[in-house]
């Protein structure tokens, strides 16, 4: 057991950027109807329901879990933790799903609401008789449901009003609970006013007899029911009769229940169906068009969301198949002819920077006799696996190296420097134990990546492994072409007139590298 401390937040300025995981007390001083509660709220870490658990709240309180500005969508949602009016499931059916929900880019305040009082240290010990006979544990309950909801309404009129701070939208606030904290829900929902009503809500396996209210809003409100069958509580009843009651009503309504999974299955791993029932949430919340994205991405804004997203994961499937990409150029190398006698061949191998390059100014890589071998997204790792077949098969007389951007973006993996320059290297010595001349390149400048931006600036990362590059070729005599400093602005990124995303090239960029690359392996061929 151990005492509970929270971080009171009152102050309407407050930034609520840096808001993640802090709690919000809901009220100043004692709250209306426990003023003369004297007792100290506590944690129950070892108990019979084997998760930890909050009791003897006395101060409610929300904990807020904001998501990256990234993945935000503008979407929150309260949630009420379950556990018999006498304890609360803090992690499995509060912190856990508001971590999952702010994967989805959903902010999630979980509710400490006030709940009856424990005389002693294991809660639950002395919750489970009571639990045998629902009357008499409903009738104990019947003071602390009314403060319940009042903390639920109060949780959503805070979070309503203080919306525009948290980058919220107030017309996209839902309420959600847990067995108890079900019952808190839909006695919100029935309760509330315009100000601190649910945009839509979700009761998991909620228990019905304590509810307060049953008169449905007028105003549109999804509801989204889960339950197992077995549920040892026999609450699949009070389930099915809130999904009938909301689709009689002609509220939108979607009602999911699972063969086996108990009470309380919350976010536990039962290796059953249930273990995945927040999938069938987010997907249901994107359905009711709460998961679009607030700040998309460029490739969001011109492929659409979907897209993207589909995109990336029929590039991971393909990784799984074939990670270098050795089918990408297999058939054009197959149709590049032996080079002729004295043929000064040269190869340029990177990312989407190189193949870009090919496709923005084809003239270049003709007129003077170099084969372009890039591919959009790839690291360090990627190229060395498919150096070989991509630049030693050609028979080339040098190769330009440039690679390395998405190492620090993370395509592939954290990003780690010595793992990254490592591969250079052996790339490097490839080559040169085959008598390929090796010419290296910087890596272009650049400070956030769209595609990526949760990483935010990274440009002192590029910065460190390009001086460790030119290090390197220095100490071994390897021609070095440094795109980096010519390219450069003040915050050591790439101006829009020359990158528009601040990353790739356009034309006018490409020519500024064209020149630099020239000079440099003109000389190294003499």
Same mark, same amino acid.
């Given at each position: 057991?151990?005492?509970?401390?929270?971080?009171?937040?009152?102050?309407?300025?407050?930034?609520?950027?840096?808001?993640?995981?802090?709690?919000?007390?809901?009220?100043?001083?004692? %709250?209306?109807?426990?003023?003369?509660?004297?007792?100290?709220?506590?944690?129950?870490?070892?108990?019979?329901?084997?998760?930890?658990?909050?009791?003897?709240?006395?101060? %409610?309180?929300?904990?807020?879990?904001?998501?990256?500005?990234?993945?935000?969508?503008?979407?929150?949602?309260?949630?009420?933790?379950?556990?018999?009016?006498?304890?609360?499931?803090?992690?499995?059916?509060?912190?856990?799903?508001?971590?999952?929900?702010?994967?989805?880019?959903?902010?999630?305040?979980?509710?400490?609401?006030?709940?009856?009082?424990?005389?002693?240290?294991?809660?639950?010990?002395?919750?489970?008789?009571?639990?045998?006979?629902?009357?008499?544990?409903?009738?104990?309950?019947?003071?602390?449901?009314?403060?319940?909801?009042?903390?639920?309404?109060?949780?959503?009129?805070?979070?309503?009003? !203080?919306?525009?701070?948290?980058?919220?939208? %107030?017309?996209?606030?839902?309420?959600?609970?847990?067995?108890?904290?079900?019952?808190?829900?839909?006695?919100?929902?029935?309760?509330?006013?315009?100000?601190?009503?649910?945009?839509?809500?979700?009761?998991?396996?909620?228990?019905?007899?304590?509810?307060?209210?049953?008169?449905?809003?007028?105003?549109?409100?999804?509801?989204?029911?889960?339950?197992?069958?077995?549920?040892?509580?026999?609450?699949?009843? !009070?389930?099915?009769?809130?999904?009938?009651?909301?689709?009689?009503?002609?509220?939108?309504?979607?009602? !999911?229940?699972?063969?086996?999974?108990?009470?309380?299955?919350?976010?536990?791993?039962?290796?059953?169906?249930?273990?995945?029932?927040?999938?069938?949430?987010?997907?249901?919340?994107?359905?009711?068009?709460?998961?679009?994205?607030?700040?998309?991405?460029?490739?969001?804004?011109?492929?659409?969301?979907?897209?993207?997203?589909?995109?990336?994961?029929?590039?991971?499937?393909?990784?799984?198949?074939?990670?270098?990409?050795?089918?990408?150029?297999?058939?054009?190398?197959?149709?590049?002819?032996?080079?002729?006698?004295?043929?000064?061949?040269?190869?340029?191998?990177?990312?989407?920077?190189?193949?870009?390059?090919?496709?923005?100014?084809?003239?270049?890589?003709?007129?003077?006799?170099?084969?372009?071998?890039?591919?959009?997204?790839?690291?360090?790792?990627?190229?060395?696996?498919?150096?070989?077949?991509?630049?030693?098969?050609?028979?080339?007389?040098?190769?330009?190296?440039?690679?390395?951007?998405?190492?620090?973006?993370?395509?592939?993996?954290?990003?780690?420097?010595?793992?990254?320059?490592?591969?250079?290297?052996?790339?490097?010595?490839?080559?040169?134990?085959?008598?390929?001349?090796?010419?290296?390149?910087?890596?272009?400048?650049?400070?956030?990546?769209?595609?990526?931006?949760?990483?935010?600036?990274?440009?002192?990362?590029?910065?460190?492994?390009?001086?460790?590059?030119?290090?390197?070729?220095?100490?071994?005599?390897?021609?070095?072409?440094?795109?980096?400093?010519?390219?450069?602005?003040?915050?050591?990124?790439?101006?829009?007139?020359?990158?528009?995303?601040?990353?790739?090239?356009?034309?006018?960029?490409?020519?500024?590298?064209?020149?630099?690359?020239?000079?440099?392996?003109?000389?190294?061929?003499?």
């Amino acid at each position: 057991m151990k005492k509970i401390t929270t971080l009171t937040i009152l102050s309407l300025g407050i930034c609520f950027n840096a808001l993640s995981q802090q709690v919000i007390q809901l009220y100043e001083g004692k %709250p209306k109807g426990s003023e003369n509660w004297t007792w100290t709220e506590q944690m129950s870490l070892k108990n019979m329901f084997n998760t930890e658990l909050v009791y003897n709240v006395v101060q %409610p309180t929300i904990t807020a879990f904001l998501p990256p500005k990234d993945l935000a969508t503008g979407t929150a949602v309260i949630i009420a933790p379950g556990g018999g009016f006498h304890t609360l499931s803090i992690n499995s059916e509060g912190i856990d799903l508001a971590k999952w929900l702010n994967s989805k880019g959903v902010a999630a305040f979980v509710l400490k609401y006030r709940v009856v009082r424990s005389l002693t240290d294991d809660p639950v010990k002395e919750l489970l008789p009571k639990m045998a006979d629902f009357k008499k544990l409903d009738e104990e309950n019947a003071p602390v449901v009314p403060l319940a909801m009042a903390d639920g309404l109060t949780a959503m009129q805070y979070v309503r009003s !203080h919306a525009k701070e948290m980058d919220i939208d %107030p017309n996209k606030i839902g309420f959600m609970g847990f067995s108890a904290g079900g019952t808190v829900t839909m006695s919100v929902v029935y309760n509330a006013t315009d100000e601190n009503r649910p945009n839509f809500i979700a009761p998991i396996y909620t228990y019905a007899n304590a509810i307060i209210g049953s008169t449905i809003p007028n105003a549109k409100t999804p509801i989204f029911v889960v339950v197992a069958g077995d549920d040892q509580l026999g609450l699949m009843s !009070h389930s099915l009769d809130i999904y009938k009651k909301w689709y009689d009503a002609k509220q939108p309504a979607e009602l !999911h229940i699972f063969e086996k999974g108990g009470h309380g299955f919350g976010m536990r791993k039962q290796n059953v169906p249930t273990d995945k029932w927040y999938e069938r949430f987010g997907e249901w919340l994107k359905l009711q068009g709460y998961l679009k994205k607030l700040y998309p991405n460029k490739y969001e804004k011109q492929f659409g969301e979907d897209a993207t997203a589909q995109y990336q994961i029929s590039e991971w499937e393909r990784m799984k198949s074939d990670f270098g990409y050795l089918a990408r150029y297999k058939e054009a190398n197959k149709k590049v002819s032996p080079p002729k006698a004295n043929e000064n061949r040269v190869v340029f191998l990177g990312n989407s920077i190189t193949e870009g390059w090919v496709n923005a100014d084809s003239t270049f890589f003709n007129k003077n006799n170099f084969i372009g071998r890039g591919i959009s997204g790839q690291t360090s790792v990627q190229t060395l696996l498919r150096f070989r077949q991509d630049i030693l098969s050609l028979n080339p007389k040098a190769v330009v190296i440039q690679i390395g951007i998405n190492d620090v973006a993370e395509n592939t993996g954290p990003y780690n420097e010595d793992f990254t320059f490592g591969n250079i290297q052996s790339m490097v010595e490839i080559a040169q134990a085959n008598k390929v001349k090796v010419i290296l390149a910087s890596i272009l400048p650049a400070t956030n990546f769209e595609w990526r931006r949760s990483l935010g600036n990274r440009s002192a990362m590029i910065v460190a492994l390009n001086n460790r590059i030119k290090s390197y070729a220095e100490s071994n005599k390897i021609p070095y072409i440094d795109y980096h400093s010519a390219m450069k602005n003040e915050q050591n990124g790439m101006n829009p007139d020359i990158a528009p995303d601040g990353v790739h090239p356009n034309l006018k960029g490409y020519k500024m590298m064209e020149e630099m690359a020239e000079k440099v392996i003109k000389s190294a061929l003499k």
